[in-house]
């Protein structure tokens, strides 16, 4: 009973309290709370003010850049390029030496530069099987191994020295040499070979009788008149026309016999000395004078016929120098002996 009058005394004061008091202090402190974010959105608007008033005054201080043209932006992203790669240059690790396919190509080895070294990198000893052998070849084998002949390397060196005097002898004669090689991948080869050597080239299929008739399949071929120091004489065109016979070459120097057994052939009928890489499966009788190696190897190909262009090239040389001094090293041209009846 003491209990219940104490809560019911209790519970009577809490109603007679006034009700404002509590929804008084919920409002103090909503505007409390609502000034400070307006002071915070004010703050916000007086900094990105003068933020932006910054940004004006140093964008009025600083230069104006003018516009480049596409070509000279162009020409500062190269320029930035190639400063990059400055600064790159040096970093990484570098392989040194390395085999470059190309530069047997555009800069092939000299006749000194012949090695064991060169040969056996460019595979010159590797011959076929031996159930394709010729028998003549005996004497450039070296062996067997797994069912496949390996070519004497030192064969091959002695070989290839002796046909880089033999063109570098023609070359400083004034004689004609062609170069030819008709399979794939021999078309620059051949072609470096005889620029070098100042010869021709011929890198497509051989026309039978180029040589035997020559007259008559090469009569629509231009013919140039050139004194000692390879300068064209003008004027003669038409007289070289009318009375100049088709050229035949000095030198034959083919790099795939088999495939060219008519033009040596045709060599072989009129006494044209011949240079050909002969393989275990061909016969050395064929050419003149034949390098035994590796003639299904493109890079040996290439070593092989760019040696022998540094050779005709040291032979040009040669001759010029001697013909600077008032030497001829070949008999000149006498066209009254070129004369035929039409």
């Not at 450039?140 to 797994?146: A, L, S, T």
Request: charged share 25%; aromatic share 4%; with cysteine.
């Amino acid at each position: 009973m003491i209990v219940r009058q104490a809560v019911w005394r209790q519970g009577r004061r809490l109603v007679a309290q006034p009700r404002r008091s509590s929804l008084r202090s919920f409002a103090s402190e909503v505007d409390r709370v609502d000034l400070e974010a307006q002071q915070n959105l004010q703050e916000q608007i007086r900094l990105f003010t003068e933020e932006s008033q910054q940004r004006a005054v140093a964008e009025q201080q600083e230069p104006k850049i003018p516009l480049l043209s596409h070509a000279e932006q162009l020409v500062q992203r190269h320029k930035l390029l190639k400063a990059q790669e400055q600064t790159t240059a040096t970093l990484g690790t570098r392989l040194t030496p390395f085999y470059e396919p190309h530069t047997l190509i555009t800069n092939p080895p000299r006749p000194r530069d012949i090695t064991l070294e060169l040969l056996l990198a460019s595979q010159a000893h590797m011959g076929h099987a031996t159930s394709l052998w010729n028998p003549a070849n005996s004497r450039y084998i070296f062996g067997v191994r797994q069912g496949m002949h390996i070519i004497s390397l030192e064969a091959t060196a002695a070989h290839l020295r002796r046909a880089c005097r033999i063109v570098s002898g023609v070359a400083e004669r004034g004689g004609i040499i062609l170069f030819v090689g008709t399979r794939a991948g021999q078309e620059r080869t051949v072609v470096q070979a005889a620029k070098m050597a100042k010869g021709c080239h011929l890198f497509t299929r051989w026309i039978p009788g180029s040589i035997t008739n020559g007259q008559q399949i090469l009569k629509r071929a231009g013919v140039k008149l050139l004194d000692h120091l390879d300068r064209e004489v003008k004027g003669m065109a038409e007289e070289l026309e009318e009375n100049a016979p088709a050229l035949k070459p000095d030198l034959v120097v083919c790099l795939n016999p088999l495939e060219n057994w008519v033009l040596l052939h045709e060599c072989g009928l009129h006494t044209i000395p011949t240079i050909g890489i002969v393989d275990t499966d061909a016969d050395p009788s064929w050419v003149t004078y034949p390098i035994p190696a590796n003639d299904d190897s493109l890079r040996c190909v290439q070593v092989i016929a760019g040696v022998l262009g540094r050779a005709g090239e040291e032979g040009q040389q040669k001759r010029l120098e001697r013909a600077k001094g008032g030497e001829v090293t070949y008999e000149p041209a006498n066209l009254d002996r070129f004369k035929f009846e039409q």
